[in-house]
């Protein structure tokens, strides 16, 4: 048997709340499927399960909060037999002419504390997977009624108001009215306002204390040191140019997607900064997950990661970066993109910021940093000229490495950049 266990989704997060379950006990689940969607004080959150088998039983039910670790399902992984739900009753027993003992008193059941509701807050509560359905149907939430706890809307919610919206409409009947009926007067209908979809300054106070908690938490913890080294993107800017040229617009690369190809290639010398600090000990990363800082439109940001980037194409990294701008934005978001990031890259490039001093996101043990890229005067080979520079920059975990290597891992950064169609 495999347990299906609240996920930690963040350094911050200490327990979730279960808003929709997408299996049924006897359902058939492999791994990397999305099961259920957990509410966090960052998002709405789509869950994956990491063992394959047969739903046993649901163990908490639609609206709960429960802490991160928590049992939430019981599955019965592959190769085992699922174990019957109902218990069997027990057998006959033979008559024995012994005296029946006397028995034991009735056990009383307590009866559960009676739920009491959330006080209302005037934001509408709907699941990622409704938000997306609702998105590709189009579907206005404000007008469907949600059936999950607390009135959340769930995808068959969407579904059916889709279904309503699509239906043909039916053909009047026309009847002739009474002869001597006076039609009744009928009062003017008013068109509700429209409620946003989620309450944006309830989202946004709860999204910054999880900011600051886990900021907070960083700083107490993790003994930081900071590198900065200034990078010639003459060769890469001309190279990407180039290349776009050849391209639809639709296909054309962004520069950033450059910085994560280099960044993850990079790692595969230095481990020391690609991985987390877990109970008191540094443990490396095979894999190279980069976290992608990401602001949203309401404020506050949010760090989902590209799995595998080293192994990615350059095609394969922009279709995900831009795959994830735009779930992240509808707040479309699954577990493993939240709790797999084994490193942070951040660019400020775009709004002017030349050097960023970035605060590692525990338990990760470093953060890169890229600010804009501006023209410089430029010595090089005994030549003065100007060139498109860039400060790259490492916040890095003194527990994990230091600065010698973080050093020489920046300069490996450089060194890639100025070869990008190796990348």
Do not use: C
């Amino acid at each position: 048997m495999a347990e299906f266990r609240m996920p930690s989704l963040g350094a911050d997060m200490e327990a979730g709340t279960l808003i929709e379950w997408l299996v049924k006990p006897g359902d058939a689940v492999k791994r990397g499927d999305i099961i259920a969607v957990v509410d966090t004080e960052k998002a709405a959150i789509e869950i994956e399960v990491f063992a394959g088998g047969i739903i046993q039983s649901i163990v908490v039910q639609l609206g709960e909060t429960v802490p991160v670790g928590s049992v939430l399902a019981i599955i019965a992984t592959d190769g085992e037999a699922a174990r019957p739900l109902v218990t069997p009753l027990p057998q006959p027993q033979a008559a024995s002419p012994l005296p029946r003992p006397a028995a034991p008193p009735l056990r009383v059941e307590k009866p559960p504390p009676p739920r009491v509701p959330p006080a209302p807050s005037g934001r509408l509560r709907v699941s990622p997977l409704a938000m997306r359905t609702a998105i590709e149907l189009g579907v206005d939430l404000s007008r469907v009624k949600g059936t999950g706890p607390d009135g959340a809307i769930t995808q068959a919610d969407v579904q059916r108001a889709a279904a309503t919206k699509a239906a043909p409409e039916a053909v009047p009947v026309v009847t002739p009215p009474p002869p001597l009926a006076v039609p009744p007067m009928e009062a003017p209908k008013v068109t509700p306002p429209v409620k946003p979809a989620i309450a944006p300054a309830e989202r946004q106070a709860a999204m910054r204390k999880a900011i600051a908690a886990a900021m907070s938490r960083s700083k107490r913890e993790i003994p930081h040191y900071y590198l900065g080294a200034h990078i010639d993107m003459s060769k890469t800017l001309t190279w990407l140019q180039a290349e776009n040229l050849k391209r639809p617009v639709t296909e054309r690369l962004l520069y950033a997607v450059l910085l994560l190809k280099a960044v993850a290639l990079a790692l595969h010398e230095f481990p020391e900064i690609n991985g987390f600090w877990v109970d008191g000990a540094f443990k490396p990363s095979e894999a190279v997950h980069a976290g992608v800082a990401i602001s949203l439109r309401q404020g506050g940001l949010i760090a989902p990661a590209i799995h595998d980037v080293d192994k990615k194409s350059l095609d394969e990294i922009m279709a995900n970066l831009r795959d994830l701008v735009k779930r992240v934005r509808a707040g479309v978001l699954r577990s493993s993109e939240i709790a797999d990031a084994t490193i942070t890259v951040t660019s400020l490039g775009e709004q002017g910021v030349e050097t960023v001093f970035g605060v590692i996101y525990p338990p990760q043990v470093a953060l890169v940093g890229f600010g804009k890229i501006g023209e410089q005067p430029w010595a090089a080979n005994g030549m003065l000229g100007v060139k498109p520079v860039m400060m790259a920059t490492l916040a890095a975990d003194h527990r994990a490495s230091d600065g010698h290597r973080g050093g020489l891992f920046l300069a490996a950064i450089d060194r890639l950049l100025q070869t990008p169609e190796k990348l």
